[in-house]
């Protein structure tokens, strides 16, 4: 069975940093497409930023500048530092993965990723 576990969220000052963690088991990562997405209540599910196993990134311009995803395949983890982070950042964030083969384009829609982890709650105070 899949398994993905988050961790690394909290309670931060507007500015601050945080970095989140997604830890993967059940499958050959290094096959593994990742990416991060977030919702706040009320919203849809809106894509933050995705790896692939070669290191080849795509962000939302939202976040573009501000985070970072990057991925250790000797861990099996995906990480994404989030620094001056803003208000409207507040959201639960979800780490996803999916196969490579299943993925031909930037891989910035949830309908792309059949694994999903449980979330993490991101709070930024202004």
């Known amino acids: 069975q899949v398994q993905l576990v988050e961790s690394g969220g909290g309670l931060v000052q507007a500015g601050g940093s945080l970095r989140l963690s997604c830890a993967v088991s059940g499958r050959t990562f290094i096959r593994y497409v990742m990416a991060w997405f977030r919702q706040a209540p009320g919203k849809e599910r809106e894509f933050v930023a995705a790896i692939r196993s070669g290191s080849i990134t795509y962000g939302a311009d939202s976040v573009k500048g501000r985070f970072t995803i990057s991925r250790d395949n000797t861990k099996n983890t995906v990480y994404l530092q989030m620094n001056n982070l803003k208000p409207e950042d507040t959201a639960v964030y979800y780490c996803?993965?999916?196969?490579?083969?299943?993925?031909?384009?930037?891989?910035?829609?949830?309908?792309?990723?059949?694994?999903w982890g449980q979330g993490t709650q991101v709070t930024v105070s202004s």
């Open positions: 996803a993965g999916a196969a490579t083969a299943q993925i031909t384009g930037l891989g910035k829609t949830s309908r792309d990723y059949d694994d």
